[in-house]
T-cell receptor, first 117, second 113 residues
Framework: GAVVSQHPSWVICKSGTSVKIECRSLDFQATTMFWYRQFPKQSLMLMATSNEGSKATYEQGVEKDKFLINHASLTLSTLTVTSAHPEDSSFYIC?????????????FGDGTRLSIL | KQEVTQIPAALSVPEGENLVLNCSFTDSAIYNLQWFRQDPGKGLTSLLLIQSSQREQTSGRLNASLDKSSGRSTLYIAASQPGDSATYLCAVRNQDSNYQLIWGAGTKLIIKP
Protein backbone atom coordinates (compact mmCIF):
# COMPACT_ATOMS: atom_id res chain seq x y z
CA GLY A 1 0.00 0.00 0.00
CA ALA A 2 0.91 3.64 -0.27
CA VAL A 3 3.42 4.87 2.25
CA VAL A 4 3.96 8.35 3.57
CA SER A 5 7.16 9.02 5.46
CA GLN A 6 7.44 11.88 7.92
CA HIS A 7 10.72 13.04 9.40
CA PRO A 8 11.81 13.68 12.08
CA SER A 9 9.55 11.75 14.43
CA TRP A 10 10.60 13.77 17.48
CA VAL A 11 12.22 17.17 17.87
CA ILE A 12 13.24 18.95 21.04
CA CYS A 13 14.72 22.41 20.60
CA LYS A 14 15.14 25.78 22.24
CA SER A 15 12.70 28.63 21.91
CA GLY A 16 13.45 30.82 18.88
CA THR A 17 14.70 27.97 16.74
CA SER A 18 13.15 27.20 13.36
CA VAL A 19 12.22 23.58 12.77
CA LYS A 20 11.61 21.87 9.43
CA ILE A 21 9.43 18.78 9.11
CA GLU A 22 9.44 16.71 5.94
CA CYS A 23 6.62 14.68 4.47
CA ARG A 24 7.40 12.30 1.62
CA SER A 25 5.17 10.06 -0.44
CA LEU A 26 7.28 7.00 -1.16
CA ASP A 27 5.38 5.12 -3.83
CA PHE A 28 3.02 7.57 -5.46
CA GLN A 29 3.01 11.16 -6.64
CA ALA A 30 1.21 13.38 -4.19
CA THR A 31 -0.47 16.30 -5.90
CA THR A 32 -2.02 17.34 -2.59
CA MET A 33 -0.65 17.14 0.92
CA PHE A 34 -2.31 18.19 4.14
CA TRP A 35 -0.70 19.37 7.35
CA TYR A 36 -2.46 18.78 10.65
CA ARG A 37 -1.80 19.73 14.23
CA GLN A 38 -3.04 17.61 17.11
CA PHE A 39 -3.18 18.60 20.76
CA PRO A 40 -3.26 15.94 23.48
CA LYS A 41 -6.53 14.02 23.60
CA GLN A 42 -7.98 16.05 20.74
CA SER A 43 -8.68 15.30 17.13
CA LEU A 44 -6.71 16.55 14.19
CA MET A 45 -6.87 20.21 13.25
CA LEU A 46 -6.21 20.99 9.61
CA MET A 47 -3.58 23.70 9.29
CA ALA A 48 -3.13 23.95 5.54
CA THR A 49 -3.62 22.27 2.19
CA SER A 50 -0.59 22.10 -0.05
CA ASN A 51 -0.85 21.56 -3.80
CA GLU A 52 2.30 20.79 -5.74
CA GLY A 53 3.74 23.82 -7.43
CA SER A 54 1.42 26.38 -5.87
CA LYS A 55 1.06 28.28 -2.63
CA ALA A 56 -0.50 26.50 0.31
CA THR A 57 -4.01 27.31 1.42
CA TYR A 58 -4.08 28.02 5.14
CA GLU A 59 -7.02 27.50 7.44
CA GLN A 60 -8.42 30.42 9.35
CA GLY A 61 -6.32 31.31 12.36
CA VAL A 62 -3.14 29.64 11.09
CA GLU A 63 -0.30 32.12 10.55
CA LYS A 64 1.26 31.51 7.16
CA ASP A 65 4.41 33.43 8.13
CA LYS A 66 4.76 31.25 11.19
CA PHE A 67 4.15 27.93 9.48
CA LEU A 68 5.89 27.94 6.12
CA ILE A 69 4.83 25.21 3.72
CA ASN A 70 6.69 24.23 0.59
CA HIS A 71 5.48 21.61 -1.88
CA ALA A 72 8.04 21.87 -4.61
CA SER A 73 7.86 18.31 -5.89
CA LEU A 74 5.27 15.58 -6.24
CA THR A 75 6.90 13.54 -3.49
CA LEU A 76 7.92 16.09 -0.89
CA SER A 77 6.24 18.76 1.20
CA THR A 78 7.89 20.56 4.09
CA LEU A 79 6.50 22.45 7.07
CA THR A 80 8.82 24.92 8.75
CA VAL A 81 7.85 26.26 12.15
CA THR A 82 9.69 29.58 12.28
CA SER A 83 10.98 31.04 15.55
CA ALA A 84 9.24 28.33 17.50
CA HIS A 85 7.94 29.02 20.99
CA PRO A 86 6.63 26.68 23.70
CA GLU A 87 3.04 27.19 22.55
CA ASP A 88 4.01 25.65 19.22
CA SER A 89 4.74 22.37 20.96
CA SER A 90 2.38 19.83 19.50
CA PHE A 91 2.03 16.72 17.36
CA TYR A 92 2.17 17.51 13.63
CA ILE A 93 0.91 15.02 11.04
CA CYS A 94 0.91 15.14 7.27
CA UNK A 95 -1.18 13.23 4.76
CA UNK A 96 -0.90 12.83 1.02
CA UNK A 97 -3.14 12.07 -1.90
CA UNK A 98 -3.17 12.37 -5.65
CA UNK A 99 -5.77 13.83 -7.95
CA UNK A 100 -6.34 10.39 -9.46
CA UNK A 101 -6.74 8.81 -6.02
CA UNK A 102 -9.66 10.87 -4.81
CA UNK A 103 -11.72 7.80 -4.14
CA UNK A 104 -8.95 6.08 -2.24
CA UNK A 105 -7.88 6.48 1.38
CA UNK A 106 -5.61 9.31 2.32
CA UNK A 107 -2.33 8.08 3.71
CA PHE A 108 -0.75 9.59 6.77
CA GLY A 109 2.73 9.99 8.08
CA ASP A 110 3.59 8.77 11.56
CA GLY A 111 3.68 12.31 12.90
CA THR A 112 6.30 14.58 14.41
CA ARG A 113 6.26 15.42 18.09
CA LEU A 114 7.65 18.91 18.53
CA SER A 115 8.72 20.07 21.97
CA ILE A 116 9.95 23.63 22.39
CA LEU A 117 11.80 24.36 25.62
CA LYS B 1 -21.02 23.39 7.48
CA GLN B 2 -20.25 19.72 7.93
CA GLU B 3 -19.88 18.52 11.50
CA VAL B 4 -18.81 15.05 12.54
CA THR B 5 -19.61 13.61 15.94
CA GLN B 6 -18.38 10.41 17.52
CA ILE B 7 -20.10 8.71 20.42
CA PRO B 8 -19.00 7.54 22.89
CA ALA B 9 -15.84 9.53 23.57
CA ALA B 10 -14.44 6.57 25.46
CA LEU B 11 -15.32 2.91 25.78
CA SER B 12 -13.91 0.13 27.91
CA VAL B 13 -14.98 -3.48 27.35
CA PRO B 14 -13.69 -6.94 28.28
CA GLU B 15 -11.73 -8.90 25.75
CA GLY B 16 -13.81 -11.02 23.40
CA GLU B 17 -16.84 -8.77 23.24
CA ASN B 18 -18.28 -7.43 20.03
CA LEU B 19 -18.65 -3.66 20.00
CA VAL B 20 -19.93 -0.77 17.91
CA LEU B 21 -18.49 2.69 17.51
CA ASN B 22 -20.71 5.44 16.16
CA CYS B 23 -20.06 8.35 13.84
CA SER B 24 -22.65 10.88 12.71
CA PHE B 25 -22.42 13.74 10.24
CA THR B 26 -24.73 16.66 9.56
CA ASP B 27 -24.48 17.03 5.78
CA SER B 28 -25.32 13.93 3.74
CA ALA B 29 -23.59 15.27 0.60
CA ILE B 30 -20.43 13.32 1.25
CA TYR B 31 -17.98 11.79 -1.19
CA ASN B 32 -16.77 9.11 1.17
CA LEU B 33 -16.24 8.27 4.84
CA GLN B 34 -13.11 6.82 6.32
CA TRP B 35 -12.34 5.11 9.62
CA PHE B 36 -8.86 5.43 11.12
CA ARG B 37 -7.02 4.03 14.07
CA GLN B 38 -4.49 6.04 16.08
CA ASP B 39 -2.22 4.55 18.70
CA PRO B 40 -0.87 6.90 21.42
CA GLY B 41 1.79 9.22 20.06
CA LYS B 42 1.53 7.73 16.59
CA GLY B 43 0.16 8.65 13.21
CA LEU B 44 -3.04 7.35 11.67
CA THR B 45 -3.74 4.00 10.09
CA SER B 46 -6.57 3.81 7.59
CA LEU B 47 -8.95 0.97 8.44
CA LEU B 48 -11.86 1.19 6.05
CA LEU B 49 -13.12 3.60 3.44
CA ILE B 50 -16.75 3.63 2.30
CA GLN B 51 -17.73 5.45 -0.85
CA SER B 52 -20.99 7.38 -0.76
CA SER B 53 -22.61 4.77 -3.02
CA GLN B 54 -21.70 1.90 -0.73
CA ARG B 55 -23.49 0.57 2.34
CA GLU B 56 -20.65 -1.25 4.06
CA GLN B 57 -17.07 -2.40 3.91
CA THR B 58 -15.41 -5.29 5.70
CA SER B 59 -11.83 -6.06 6.63
CA GLY B 60 -11.15 -9.01 8.88
CA ARG B 61 -12.94 -8.46 12.19
CA LEU B 62 -13.96 -4.94 11.21
CA ASN B 63 -17.16 -3.96 9.47
CA ALA B 64 -18.11 -0.39 8.69
CA SER B 65 -21.59 0.61 7.59
CA LEU B 66 -22.85 3.81 6.06
CA ASP B 67 -26.37 5.24 6.06
CA LYS B 68 -25.92 8.45 4.16
CA SER B 69 -29.52 9.57 4.37
CA SER B 70 -29.52 9.50 8.15
CA GLY B 71 -25.95 10.78 8.40
CA ARG B 72 -24.57 7.81 10.30
CA SER B 73 -21.77 5.30 10.13
CA THR B 74 -20.86 2.51 12.51
CA LEU B 75 -17.66 0.58 12.98
CA TYR B 76 -18.30 -2.93 14.26
CA ILE B 77 -15.42 -4.79 15.87
CA ALA B 78 -15.94 -8.50 16.39
CA ALA B 79 -14.27 -10.56 19.09
CA SER B 80 -12.29 -7.64 20.48
CA GLN B 81 -8.67 -8.12 21.53
CA PRO B 82 -6.36 -6.05 23.77
CA GLY B 83 -4.44 -5.07 20.63
CA ASP B 84 -7.55 -3.27 19.39
CA SER B 85 -7.06 -0.68 22.12
CA ALA B 86 -6.56 2.67 20.40
CA THR B 87 -8.41 5.82 19.44
CA TYR B 88 -10.72 5.38 16.48
CA LEU B 89 -11.43 8.39 14.28
CA CYS B 90 -13.94 8.80 11.53
CA ALA B 91 -13.63 11.43 8.83
CA VAL B 92 -15.83 12.44 5.94
CA ARG B 93 -14.88 13.98 2.66
CA ASN B 94 -17.50 16.35 1.32
CA GLN B 95 -18.49 16.29 -2.32
CA ASP B 96 -17.33 19.85 -2.78
CA SER B 97 -14.03 19.61 -0.92
CA ASN B 98 -10.49 19.59 -2.23
CA TYR B 99 -9.91 16.16 -0.69
CA GLN B 100 -10.18 17.76 2.75
CA LEU B 101 -11.42 15.52 5.52
CA ILE B 102 -13.77 16.65 8.28
CA TRP B 103 -12.89 14.84 11.49
CA GLY B 104 -14.73 13.49 14.47
CA ALA B 105 -13.13 13.85 17.89
CA GLY B 106 -12.56 10.12 18.16
CA THR B 107 -13.51 7.27 20.46
CA LYS B 108 -10.86 6.00 22.83
CA LEU B 109 -11.26 2.24 23.07
CA ILE B 110 -9.78 0.13 25.84
CA ILE B 111 -10.04 -3.66 25.67
CA LYS B 112 -9.43 -5.23 29.06
CA PRO B 113 -7.65 -8.60 29.08
Amino acid sequence: GAVVSQHPSWVICKSGTSVKIECRSLDFQATTMFWYRQFPKQSLMLMATSNEGSKATYEQGVEKDKFLINHASLTLSTLTVTSAHPEDSSFYICSATHADRGNQPQHFGDGTRLSIL
Amino acid sequence: KQEVTQIPAALSVPEGENLVLNCSFTDSAIYNLQWFRQDPGKGLTSLLLIQSSQREQTSGRLNASLDKSSGRSTLYIAASQPGDSATYLCAVRNQDSNYQLIWGAGTKLIIKP
